[in-house]
């Protein structure tokens, strides 16, 4: 078993709901995004997710965009892997790597996945990778024991799910709303329906993403029978504004949001 | 329809559009074995764009090139003064169809984004567009003519602030209202179905060619040329004429030169990557960060171009020549002056490297210049460059 299926097994058997903390590689520098995500971990994160910068991240909102142009200022690609592995030698949970396709591809995609996994990643989200162009990254993928992400939105059309569902590994990434990341409200009524019918072809842990921000929001997504949230603009900025213990008090109000549905 | 060209093209956006693309291909699937959709828009096409357009024998041009025969397919003279209405008719048109009561667009040289307005006012359609800062800047005239037009004008602070960057907002926007708005993109790039669609409705422009040099010198022309920033009006001139032995030529910006960043010359310099939904040569650093393009002309400023062109490209089938600004302006100049023609300075960069072409040529030859929008938009920042220099 992979170490995001154990934790997400874990969890469930414990009925608690995962928490996966994004932040971003390099901002604002390589070190504080490491001490960030180790804050958050250290707060009750159960994954960490690495977000690898990128010029035109077209899938994200305006804190997120931001967070990506300060880091390109300053960081490389060996950072973003080495941030990866300075983390795999911090924590013990389950690391994602966020990243849209081209960061990945450019160097040869196979040997970024090699290099990656070596770091101690253990899956990778592309926000700009859906089901019907994953095929040959799962293949590459799964040789280097890494997860490649699947997402469902609210207008994930029904004749699609058997093979979402079946491209699974490790979680869904539920989008919780029609927007980018960082948006304010959510679309639970679109997008419950979809989490209901994906789990009618397979029960895999789905974590609810964008515009997830503060204690009260991921309770409400807990108590809709999510497995978990993930929460990645309201830590950019809570880390732009006080640092790690920003992150460490903005995970720990989540956490408790989260852990207050029986 | 595949989606791909060779390798390039595919469908690389997030979860959230899937549905809409799929959608997109079957009401186009749909629309285009419907004889009722097809007569009208080859009815806007006559009577409202003016089409066909001429093919105009530049003689003057001719003798002073003194080689082949230069024909001008004059895009110009369409509606709104430029090829992408053709474009924006047939996607507005397919707006409807889906029951979708807003469009819309990225610009970038202003173009696109006037034709998507046109398009817009006159199906009674709700309008946005969205426009990187520095090209409002540059083409003020056209940022004006979209708000005469009843669309609303967006200026796009992040990144580079000019066509990529619009583009983004243009998907961003599109994602969050993806069920009532259609993303009338505006050149042969993004997601599948898209490049197949706008190249499709571009082909106008090489089937009148055909028709047009049948009509004119009694055969097909030895070889025929247009610039390329995403490559629509390009791929429009090509895909008619692609099984055909006419030599095909498209023109990049060339910028401030090859040598250095200062440049819009994707598949002469860039390599393959992923950009806006689709794989296909791209402007990028070692890094897989997509690179700011340069070109004078804001139309051709743009880091990515569309996969059938990569396909293209890698398979000889047309070749990439690239002109610099020095060059374009030049080719205006001349055209201006021999032929009483102002291209716009996206069309200059095909005129800068005909001369060449045609003096390849024997007289008898005939070489087709796709002059594909005039040059109104652009004289305050040609006067303002010239007046500087
Ligand atoms: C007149 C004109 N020609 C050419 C272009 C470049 O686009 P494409 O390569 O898609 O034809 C533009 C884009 O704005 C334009 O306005």
């Known amino acids: 078993m992979t170490r995001i299926q154990e934790t997400l097994q874990r969890l469930r058997a414990e009925n608690r709901a995962a928490l996966m903390a994004y932040l971003c590689a390099g901002d604002?520098?390589?070190?504080?995004?490491?001490?960030?995500?180790?804050?958050?971990?250290?707060?009750?994160?159960?994954?960490?997710?690495?977000?690898?910068?990128?010029?035109?991240?077209?899938a994200d909102g305006p804190v997120i965009q931001a967070a990506s142009e300060r880091a390109l200022r300053h960081t490389r690609r060996e950072d973003v892997i080495a941030a990866v592995a300075a983390l795999r030698q911090r924590v013990a949970?389950?690391?994602?790597?966020?990243?849209?396709?081209?960061?990945l591809i450019s160097a040869g995609r196979d040997e970024t996945l090699h290099v990656l996994a070596q770091a101690g990643a253990d899956a990778l989200v592309v926000p700009d990778l859906p089901m019907e162009e994953s095929a040959a990254w799962r293949q590459a993928a799964q040789?280097?024991?890494?997860?490649?992400?699947?997402f469902i939105a609210p207008t994930t059309d029904a004749q699609r799910l058997p093979h979402i569902a079946e491209a699974a590994d490790g979680f869904v990434y539920a989008v919780a709303l029609l927007g980018v990341t960082g948006s304010a409200e959510d679309s639970a009524e679109s997008i419950?329906?979809?989490?209901?019918?994906?789990?009618?072809?397979?029960?895999?842990?789905?974590?609810?993403?964008f515009g997830i921000g503060d204690g009260a929001s991921a309770k409400r997504w807990r108590s809709r029978g999510l497995d978990g949230v993930i929460v990645g603009s309201a830590l950019v900025q809570a880390l732009a504004e006080r640092g790690p213990e920003g992150v460490r008090r903005a995970v720990r109000e989540i956490r408790a949001g989260l852990d207050s549905v029986g | 329809?595949?989606?791909?060209?060779?390798?390039?093209?595919?469908?690389?956006?997030?979860?959230?559009?899937?549905?809409?693309?799929?959608?997109?291909?079957?009401?186009?699937?749909?629309a285009m074995a419907d004889r009722a959709f097809v007569d009208a828009y080859e009815d806007l096409l006559r009577e409202y764009?003016?089409?066909?357009?001429?093919?105009?024998?530049?003689?003057r041009l001719t003798e002073r090139f003194g080689g082949a025969q230069v024909y001008l397919k004059r895009e110009d003279l369409a509606h709104t003064g430029a090829h992408k209405i053709n474009n924006t008719l047939g996607q507005a048109l397919l707006c409807q169809r889906m029951g979708k009561h807003r469009l819309i667009a990225e610009t970038g040289a202003g173009q696109h984004g006037v034709a998507a307005a046109t398009a817009a006012a006159l199906l009674g359609l709700e309008c946005e567009v969205f426009m990187g800062s520095v090209d409002v800047q540059r083409q003020a005239p056209n940022v004006y003519r979209m708000e005469l037009l009843g669309t609303r004008v967006h200026a796009v602070e992040s990144?580079?602030?000019?066509?990529?960057d619009a583009t983004n907002a243009a998907l961003r926007e599109w994602v969050r209202s993806?069920?009532?708005?259609?993303?009338?993109?505006?050149?042969?790039?993004?997601?599948?179905?898209?490049?197949?669609?706008?190249?499709?409705?571009?082909?106008?422009?090489?089937?009148?060619?055909?028709?047009?040099?049948?009509?004119?010198?009694?055969g097909l022309p030895q070889a025929a040329i247009a610039c390329v920033g995403g490559g629509s009006n390009a791929a429009g001139l090509f895909a008619p004429l692609a099984s055909t032995p006419v030599a095909l030529y498209g023109v990049e910006a060339a910028g401030a030169g090859l040598h250095g960043h200062e440049h819009a010359a994707t598949l002469t310099r860039g390599r393959p990557g992923v950009l806006h939904g689709a794989y296909s040569y791209l402007l990028q650093d070692a890094e897989g960060q997509v690179q700011e393009a340069y070109s004078i002309s804001a139309g051709l400023d743009y880091p990515g171009v569309g996969p059938e062109h990569a396909h293209w490209h890698d398979s000889g089938r047309v070749r990439y020549l690239s002109a610099t600004d020095e060059e374009a302006l030049e080719a205006l100049h001349l055209l201006a002056r021999e032929e009483g023609i102002i291209p716009a300075l996206e069309s200059a960069h095909a005129i800068a490297r005909a001369g060449e072409i045609a003096q390849s040529l024997p007289k008898e030859a005939a070489l087709v210049v796709v002059v594909s929008g005039r040059g109104d938009k652009d004289l305050e920042a040609i006067r303002a460059r010239e007046a500087s220099a």
């Open chain 1, 192 to 209: 419950l329906p979809v989490v209901d019918a994906l789990r009618r072809h397979r029960d895999v842990p789905v974590l609810a993403g």
């Open chain 2, 1 to 30: 329809m595949s989606g791909r060209f060779g390798a390039y093209g595919g469908q690389f956006v997030p979860e959230t559009l899937m549905a809409a693309l799929s959608e997109l291909e079957t009401a186009y699937s749909e």
């Open chain 2, 178 to 218: 993806v069920r009532d708005t259609h993303y009338a993109i505006g050149s042969v790039v993004g997601p599948h179905p898209f490049p197949t669609i706008v190249r499709d409705l571009q082909s106008v422009i090489g089937r009148e060619v055909l028709r047009q040099s049948e009509a004119a010198f009694g």
């Open chain 2, 49 to 59: 764009v003016g089409r066909p357009t001429p093919l105009t024998h530049a003689r």
């Open chain 1, 143 to 150: 040789a280097e024991g890494l997860a490649i992400t699947q």
């Open chain 2, 159 to 164: 990144g580079s602030r000019t066509l990529k």
């Open chain 1, 28 to 58: 604002p520098t390589v070190e504080g995004s490491i001490e960030g995500l180790a804050a958050a971990a250290q707060a009750g994160a159960d994954i960490l997710e690495v977000g690898w910068p990128f010029s035109d991240p077209v």
């Open chain 1, 93 to 103: 949970q389950p690391i994602a790597v966020l990243s849209y396709c081209n960061p």
